[in-house]
């Protein structure tokens, strides 16, 4: 059977996350540069191999300071820990459209199993005859599980940043 190659179309895509902070309201941030291999033996996805990274290096919150606070060894330790990863192990289809994708995020050398929930958004041609893909995937994650512990104590009471992470990611895929 033929198996089709997939790249992420950087200026079609966001890899994105936003957490709490203060508990009452959410800072968002996203990796601007990643990278991705998915392979599919059909137009639906399922089952198909994927495998992504995004340079630690690369976060932006639009905040220089909490940037950087992000890749030291608080949080990120970029560092030693350069790059984020994710292997997927299954995407398996739960209703139309609707997929579970399961596998393996590596954070600051921690590896653990996660599921997110991802939306395939079907295949379309662009006006120059390429063939797209959509994939919207979201989930969330404790970052506490990867290490990622630093936090601050408020006055009033409650912690500077919140421990459930959600991911946002969009891709818009290109048929190799």
Known sequence: MATTKWVIDPAHSEIGFKVKH???????GKFE??????VSDDDNFENATMEFSADIDSINTRNTDRDTHLKSGDFFNAENHPKLTFKASSFT??????????GD???RGVTKFVKLDAEFSGLMKDPWGNTKAGLNISGKINRKDWGLNWNSALETGGVLVGEDVSLI????LAKQ
């Open 22 to 28: 203060m508990m009452f309201t959410n800072i968002t």
């Open 105 to 107: 995020l590596t954070m």
């Open 169 to 172: 990611i969009e891709l818009q």
């Open 33 to 38: 540069n990643y990278d991705a291999t998915i």
């Open 93 to 102: 289809k739960k209703a139309d459209g609707e997929y579970e994708l399961a």
